[in-house]
């Protein structure tokens, strides 16, 4: 709280800074000697640095005139040089604040670890932590080599990052007479032009979003995912399914042109990534689950299911904390600054971020202890993410009301479509990561559509078009129609190049381990270490042994 | 089978050749670029060529064969449903008609998961066994 009075208080003072100094602009034109006197006069009265060697307790004498570097020193400090220094300032604090949101999205890695390894068996452990340790690095390396270009390498324009004038090269289709993007073509290894500041700022922060929908691909396949496989299959992931959605959607893509080349609302709007990030994670989770199949033992000859314990309900919890910690970078740092127009939303984002986990968390419990009678650990934990999941699209257009209501709705909606995916798909998905990210992700995008009130308003446009986001119950439909698009293309086009990509995986190398070592564990066939060496396992239930009896007969 | 030296040689050297083709894309105007992308294409498909070689040792795994055509089918009316909703941008120009084709559109891929893909993930597992 006092970080983000303080934030405001920064963002204020050089907003007043900046006013100041475009007034004396405005007067240099006039009386140029006259702002040349005050400024010199200033740096006259600065503190020497004979006043400073005795210490600054106050903090009144640091941080003055004489920290404003001069470009000659010969003439002193001009309006030039204060300019220079107020843009300066105001790309120094965009900056800071997207990386800094950036790091703490990237600490969510050690959330999902924690999530999807706690809901395991022991004996999977360290196959499950590996899986989101390297997912880092697959993803990050694939990123890297190609998958930014792909994503970003059209998206120049943001001038909260200083214009981002290197990545402005999109490769695009005519249809109907109209240009359609499709993917962006600078960026490779962030070389040539692209070896740039605003970049790699940019890189960071989107990076950390693309191994975010990597990683919940490993909770819903745990168990029984071959490491070989999954190391495949992560890296085309974060190379090519993310990036090509990535710049549908941000990268000023087709599904962002939506408004500007058919006049559906602002076009795709998806603010943090309940789209981009969790229903391209989760509807590829999807995919791939389908493809690996169900662990033994889950469901029985009749088509009943089984409950499989995970080992550590603490971890869960722990690690959905660090989830929640971590999407205050999420959502909040997707404005891309903190000193532009609009950007004072971060709080009103924050806010809604909370309030959504919240309400997300209570739908959850109370739907289990209403409905089961126990209110369930690990529901609740996935009803937290339910709500944060689906207040990620629309965090930035949404008042508190919206938010809660979208929270409220996504928390009863993970545990119906945990129950759907189990018992109706029959599809087995350890963690709930198909329901959390891909159902609730949906949920996201569509409730922008539905709540976005109109009152945002990020430098007078979104998407190149005027005007604030509005949907459906604040006056306007077709801001409805764009998303459902979007919703179309995660379910048509992104689940599908999954589906098909690593259907080809399961062709060429295999995507499920034998039988042997799933009902050993993965642990040793795969990573060599146990997790938990002193451990004494606990035997298995009767379905389990027998499950894994018939199997290997 | 579990993880071996054979799959860390051939992981090792897809990711060499994925980055070397990669490379060569983006110097393609280079005469380098052009040979780093062929190198890297051929050290791709060498890779995978080990990977389907290796393959068989994993032995029986719990997910079963399941039937190729059904798969096939759900994918292409989950694909058609995108489709029938690019073609409702152009069909009609209305907001009303276009949420229309967008519903109707996720309706067709929507059942092509569940009442093609899924079932067919699903006809010969072995807990049906």
């Not at chain 1, 689950?289 to 009943?304: E, H, M, T, Y």
């Not at chain 2, 070689?53 to 719990?62: D, Q, S």
């Not at chain 2, 084709?101 to 899924?118: E, H, T, V």
């Amino acid at each position: 709280m006092m970080k983000i009075k303080c934030l405001k208080a920064c963002t204020c003072a050089l907003a007043i800074v900046m006013m100041a100094g475009a007034v004396t602009v405005a007067r240099a034109d006039a009386a140029p000697s006259a702002s040349a006197t005050e400024l010199r006069d200033a740096a006259a009265k600065a503190p020497t640095t004979a006043t400073l060697a005795n210490g600054d307790p106050g903090g009144a004498l640091t941080g003055t005139v004489s920290d404003v570097p001069v470009a000659d020193t010969k003439a002193g400090i001009t309006l030039a040089d204060v300019a220079n220094q107020v843009g300066q300032n105001k790309i120094a604090v965009n900056f800071t604040w997207t990386l800094i949101c950036g790091f703490l999205v990237m600490f969510m890695q050690a959330g999902f670890a924690m999530v999807e390894a706690g809901l395991c068996r022991v004996k999977n452990s360290n196959h499950t932590y590996m899986m989101n340790f390297f997912v880092y690095g697959c993803g990050l390396f694939a990123y890297w080599i190609i998958g930014f270009a792909i994503q970003m390498g059209g998206a120049a324009g943001n001038g909260n990052l200083g214009g981002l004038q290197s990545l402005a090269t999109e490769h695009a289709i005519t249809l109907f007479g109209t240009h359609w993007g499709i993917f962006g073509e600078n960026g490779m290894f962030l070389a040539k032009h692209t070896y740039d500041v605003g970049a790699m700022v940019i890189f960071l922060f989107e990076m950390v979003f693309m191994d975010t929908a990597l990683t919940i691909v490993t909770g819903a396949c745990a168990e029984r995912w071959k490491f070989l496989a999954f190391a495949i299959s992560s890296v085309l992931m974060g190379a090519f399914t993310y990036p090509l959605f990535g710049n549908w959607a941000w990268g000023g893509g087709w599904l962002a042109q939506l408004g500007t080349n058919v006049g559906l609302g602002k076009g795709y709007c998806d603010f943090a990534g309940s789209g981009v990030v969790h229903a391209v994670g989760g509807l590829s989770a999807l995919a791939v689950a389908l493809i690996v199949g169900p662990r033994i033992g889950k469901f029985n000859r009749d088509g009943s299911s089984n409950a499989i314990i995970g080992h550590d309900i603490s971890a869960v919890m722990i690690g959905c904390f660090i989830l929640a910690f971590g999407w205050f970078g999420f959502n909040p740092g997707s404005t891309l600054g903190a000193s532009a127009a609009g950007c004072l939303r971060i709080g009103s984002i924050a806010v809604n971020t909370m309030l959504a986990g919240c309400t997300g968390t209570f739908g959850a419990i109370c739907y289990m202890w209403a409905l089961k009678g126990k209110p369930d650990a690990s529901m609740a934990g996935n009803g937290l993410l339910a709500g944060l999941v689906a207040i990620t699209a629309p965090s930035g257009f949404v008042n508190t009301t919206g938010s809660a209501i979208i929270g409220l709705v996504a928390g009863v909606l993970v545990c119906l479509s945990c129950v759907f995916v189990e018992n109706y798909l029959k599809v087995d998905d350890p963690v709930g990561a198909i329901s959390v990210h891909g159902a609730c992700g949906l949920w996201g995008v569509i409730s922008v559509g539905l709540f976005a009130d109109g009152t945002s308003n990020y430098g007078g446009s979104w998407n190149g078009v005027t005007g604030s986001v509005t949907g459906l119950f604040y006056g306007d439909a077709s801001q409805l129609v764009a998303q459902l698009i979007g919703c179309a293309t995660l379910i048509g086009f992104v689940f599908t190049f999954s589906f098909v990509l690593n259907w080809i995986i399961d062709i060429i190398v295999g995507q499920r381990v034998s039988i042997e070592t799933e009902i050993a564990g993965l642990d040793l066939p795969e990573m060599g270490q146990l997790g938990y060496p002193e451990f004494v396992f606990a035997p298995e239930p009767d379905f389990m042994r027998a499950a894994e009896k018939a199997a290997v007969a | 089978m579990a993880a071996t030296k054979s799959q860390g040689k051939s992981f090792t050297l897809f990711m060499v050749g994925l980055t070397a083709a990669c490379a060569g894309i983006a110097y393609f105007t280079t005469g380098v670029g052009k040979v780093a992308l062929l190198i890297g294409l051929v050290a791709v498909a060498i890779s995978l060529f080990e990977f389907f070689k290796i393959k068989p040792l994993e032995g029986r795994t719990g997910a079963g064969a399941q039937p190729a055509a059904l798969k096939l089918a759900g994918v292409v009316v989950v694909l058609l449903g995108w489709v029938v909703v690019l073609l409702g941008l152009h069909l009609t120009a209305g907001v009303g008609g276009r949420m229309v084709m967008s519903i109707i559109g996720i309706a067709i891929s929507l059942g092509g998961i569940f009442f093609l893909l899924a079932p067919a993930s699903s006809k010969n597992a072995i807990w049906k066994a």
